[in-house]
């Protein structure tokens, strides 16, 4: 296809490229048609609406609670290196130069010449209308540089507020009055260790880990906490970030005296119910 | 496990998608926190769906997200919806993991919406949800089964017209034809949810 498809080309591939079913290059001849044809681009709108609600279709049937907490802590972890990144990001942007140190504008005064009384006044309303259009440009410009300055500053305030709310959260978790910790060791692995903070007030485990080498390929570690009882409950899988941490949290109901063991294991990747892999780090319950 | 996990403690609440988008544009990282916490699970459903590796699914959704993060300024209302604009991207995303594993020719072709990754489950959606998802997939099924294989293997196996010719054996203006008529008969079908909230 040529570098833009003409209409009759375009139109006849509109539900192709809401698909992306497309070679790339004929893609790229389609889309340039469309940026030029407001019934195509009407068109590739509606078709690109439809065929996104076929995302309505991606989810099995069937349910099952392992699978449901696997993809709660996936979803955490993920939101979490999203939210990192784009922290880094604005920490990265230089910020919009404030309207009060911009340059003040200038008008250059022309030569002067000897007019008519006529081409005088002709030359004073030209003047006025164009200092005119400056004021307005200039208040137009000031205006949405304002916008901009309260918007930016409103979004550091709401970061600011979220920032404190993770950092206050994360705080009540390692520091509350009904918090345990379990400290692992490696065993394996000799630098790796983690903390496990269990909060039993509201059931929720924060386990920060170090040192944590990457899992070998088609691997992953797995979480478990280890009752009393000797069962073994999976509390997720996870991978370290390349420094070797690791910081994972959940929520799960356990009776305070329940707790006999946590562990990490390395397992096959997507995790499995029961351990099957070797013990990377394993911490005992204080009184265990 | 208990499948509930902590609730964010943010706040506000803000349940408009295209503020929360507008919010982005201004480098609020709380509206990308609320955006994501509103979209990443029918977006993680979809990635899930089509890539089949938990692991790569993880690292699909991040870089998508990111991307709508960096972007945000270039979503116009007037192209399409928020549900469309953050769905599109995080299947150009998973169609980019798709496409490089099959260069790599490591990619089992897997077809259709039946079976999934070893996680087995994404949704924990409502009524509504249910709702629309039997509309679309009554849609779908409405389709003749050649055209419905099309729209499959190009929407959820990232296939190309031309791939699909050589996997059906079908010849490529047949595979073009189908596409086309499927993809019309699915917007007069579904017109019935454009609506101002779009997809979920």
């Known amino acids: 296809m040529r570098r833009e498809a003409n209409h009759q080309e375009a139109s006849e591939a509109l539900a192709a490229a809401a698909l992306d079913a497309l070679a790339p290059d004929d893609q790229a001849a389609v889309l340039a048609h469309v940026d030029e044809c407001p019934d195509c681009a009407r068109e590739l709108a509606e078709l690109r609406e439809a065929t996104a609600h076929l995302a309505a279709l991606a989810v099995p049937a069937g349910d099952s609670a392992r699978a449901t907490a696997e993809i709660d802590l996936r979803l955490a972890r993920v939101r979490s290196n999203v939210l990192a990144r784009a922290a880094a990001a604005v920490a990265e942007t230089p910020r919009v130069v404030p309207i009060t140190s911009r340059a003040p504008a200038t008008v250059t005064a022309p030569a002067p010449r000897v007019r008519s009384a006529r081409s005088l006044g002709l030359v004073a309303g030209m003047a006025l209308a164009v200092a005119a259009s400056l004021v307005v440009a200039i208040t137009l410009a000031d205006r949405a540089g304002l916008q901009r300055e309260v918007a930016q500053s409103r979004a550091a305030a709401s970061n600011a507020a979220a920032a ?5 959260r994360q ?31 509201t059931n929720s485990w924060s386990m920060y880990a170090h040192n944590l080498p990457p899992a070998s390929s088609g691997h992953t570690y797995e979480l478990w906490l280890i009752t009393s009882a000797g069962r073994k409950i999976p509390a997720g899988t996870f991978a370290p970030t390349s420094a070797g941490t690791a910081h994972v949290q959940m929520t799960y109901a356990l009776a305070p005296t329940d707790l006999q063991a946590v562990a990490v294991t390395e397992e096959p990747a997507g995790g499995v119910d029961a351990p099957t892999g070797p013990i990377v780090i394993v911490g005992t319950a204080a009184g265990k | 496990m208990n499948p509930s996990r902590p609730e964010p403690s943010y706040p506000t ?16 990282q709380l509206a990308l926190a609320r955006f994501y916490d509103r979209w990443s699970r029918p977006a993680y459903a979809l990635v899930l769906q089509m890539v089949r590796d938990a692991d790569d699914a993880d690292d699909v959704l991040e870089s998508a997200f990111y991307q709508a ?6 979503y116009e ?13 995080v299947r150009s995303r998973a ?27 994404v949704g924990r959606d409502g ?7 039997e509309l679309v997939a009554d849609a779908l099924k409405t389709l003749p089964p050649e055209q419905r294989e099309v729209v499959e293997l190009a929407y959820f196996s990232g296939l190309s017209q031309t791939e699909i010719a ?13 596409t086309r008529l499927a993809g019309q008969k699915l917007r007069d079908r579904l017109a019935v949810l454009r609506t101002d909230e779009g997809v979920r």
């Open chain 2, 77 to 89: 209302p007037g192209r399409g919806t928020v549900a469309t604009w953050i769905l599109t991207i």
């Open chain 2, 13 to 28: 609440q803000v349940s408009d998608d295209q503020e929360l988008v507008a919010r982005m544009r201004a480098g609020d």
């Open chain 2, 69 to 74: 993060w960096r972007q945000a300024d270039r």
């Open chain 1, 171 to 201: 705080l009540a978790m390692v520091t509350g009055p009904q918090v345990a910790v379990v400290s692992l060791a490696a065993n394996g692995a000799p630098k790796a260790t983690a903390l496990m903070f269990w909060d039993r007030g």
């Open chain 2, 127 to 133: 009524a509504e949800d249910a709702e629309r998802r």
């Open chain 1, 164 to 168: 404190l709310a993770v950092s206050e």
């Open chain 2, 95 to 121: 169609l980019d993991r798709l496409r490089a594993r099959r260069r790599l020719r490591e990619e089992p072709l897997v077809t259709g919406t039946d079976g999934g990754s070893e996680l087995g489950v």
């Open chain 2, 166 to 178: 050589e996997r059906t054996g079908q010849p490529l203006g047949t595979v073009k034809t189908r």
